[in-house]
C-alpha cells in the first residue's frame, strides 16, 4: 500500500495550487462524468451525483467515504441527501487540514487509512473515488499480492457496514500493457514521479478479491472521461502558467504538464481506463 508519506508527496504541494485547476466547488482531483457537461464542473457534479446513487445514500444513511480528497462527496452528501452522519479518511494532512477549517455540518474527518480506521457505528453507504489507485504497492505486484490487498479491502468494508449496504468505487485500472516506446515512457513517469508506491488494479484481479463479498449491480467503463477531465485541469493550469511559475516555481509547473500529457495519452490509447461501480453486498 502506498504509505502516508507516498500519498503527501503528490497531494500535500499546497492547497491552493490545487485550487487553480480544479473545479471551483467541490475541488474534485478525480475523473468527472462529460454526459450533459458542458465544462469541468459540471463534470464533477455529476460524478458525485452518479457514485452517490452507487452507494444507494439516502435520507437517514450515515456514510463513509474512503479516500475523501479535500470533502467534496461529504459536502456533497450533507447538501443533497438529509444524512446523519458522513465520515471521510484521508492519508494527506493538507487535505485533512482543509477540511477541518471548513466545518462542514454533521461530518468528521480522520486522517488513517482504510486498514486503521475505527468506528463504532455501521455505515448505510460507502464511497470511494481514486483511493483504490493507491491500496497495492509495486512490490504487492511483483509478488502476486494484489488480490489478497483488495479483498482485504472489500472484507474491511464489510466490517464497517449494515447488512443491506452498498458500495460505490471509482479507480483507474490497468486495460492493457504498453506497447510502444512512448507509452512505456509515460508508465514509467507516472509511476516514479507522479504516485510512488502505488500499482493499479485491473478488472480481473478486482472480480477475484471481490468474490463471494461483493456483487456489481452496476458498471462503467469511462476511460475517454478521464482524457477530457486531464485535459481541462492541464489548460486551467497552463492558464495560471504566470502564477504558478512566479508561486511554485518551474519545475512543478512543467511536472504537471508532463503529468498532465502521459496520462491523457494513457486514457486516450486504452491503456488505462476508469472503472466506476455499484457493489453489493453477498453475504
Known sequence: ??????????????????????????????????????????????????????????????????????????????????????????????QYDYIIQKNIPFTSIALCSWEDLKSDIKFDSIISIGAMEHFASLE?????????????????????????????????????????LQSMKDTYYLLKNVFPGSALPDIETLQEAMFKLYEPVTIKMIGLDYSRTLTEWKNRLNINEDKVMREYGKNLFNHYNHYFEAAIRSFENGYTSLLQMSLKKII
Open 1 to 94: 500500500m502506498a504509505t502516508k508519506k507516498d500519498i503527501q508527496f503528490h497531494y500535500d504541494v499546497d492547497n491552493n495550487f490545487f485550487s487553480l485547476f480544479l473545479d471551483k466547488q467541490y475541488k474534485m482531483y478525480s475523473c468527472g462524468v462529460w454526459e450533459n457537461a458542458s465544462n469541468l464542473e459540471e463534470a464533477q457534479k455529476n460524478k458525485l451525483k452518479r457514485l452517490s446513487e452507487f452507494a444507494h445514500v439516502k435520507k437517514g444513511h450515515r456514510v463513509l467515504d474512503i479516500g475523501c480528497g479535500w470533502g467534496g462527496m461529504l459536502e456533497y452528501c450533507v447538501k443533497n441527501f438529509e444524512i446523519d452522519y458522513v465520515k471521510g479518511i484521508t492519508l494527506s494532512q493538507a
Open 140 to 180: 504487492d505486484l511483483k509478488h502476486g499480492k494484489q488480490v489478497e490487498v483488495y479483498r482485504k479491502f472489500f472484507e474491511r468494508c464489510l466490517d464497517v457496514s449494515t447488512q443491506d449496504s452498498y458500495l460505490g468505487l471509482q479507480t483507474i485500472i490497468t486495460a492493457k500493457k504498453p506497447d510502444s
